[in-house]
């Protein structure tokens, strides 16, 4: 079993509930970790064999460009999509980080966590 993780995905998006954060922007940063059989590409040495880092990084940019109201959704949207792509993933966490969010006060970030 074999774990892939990619960290620190960052993207200039306009998610959020209030109106100012649809037109303003911000920053969000995605983090993922997936399980699978590792066990082919690591005697084949084939991407083929594999999750391609490059796959999964496009699926989550598409996610991150259609606009939302909440971190649940995207990460919900994201989940399924690599899943789709992938079905050998056996578990698949996503972290989205909003940076600066606009709560009255100094926050450095906020972020959703879902996972199967």
Do not use: W
Not at 50 to 59: E, L, R
Not at 95 to 107: A, C, D, F, H, Q
């Amino acid at each position: 079993m074999g774990k892939i993780q990619i960290e620190g995905m960052e993207f200039f998006a306009y998610h959020g509930h209030f109106k100012e954060e649809q037109v303003i922007g911000t920053k969000f940063v995605v983090d993922l970790e997936m399980s699978f059989d590792s066990s082919s590409s690591e005697l084949s040495d084939q991407l083929s064999d594999t999750i391609n880092y490059q796959d999964v990084y496009q699926i989550v940019k598409n996610e991150m460009e259609i606009n939302a109201h909440l971190l649940e959704h995207i990460a919900h949207r994201i989940l399924n999509a690599i899943l789709l792509s992938f079905p050998q993933i056996t578990t698949l966490q996503v972290k989205i980080s909003k940076i600066n969010p606009p709560l009255g006060g100094k926050v450095k970030q906020v972020s959703c966590i879902l996972g199967i």
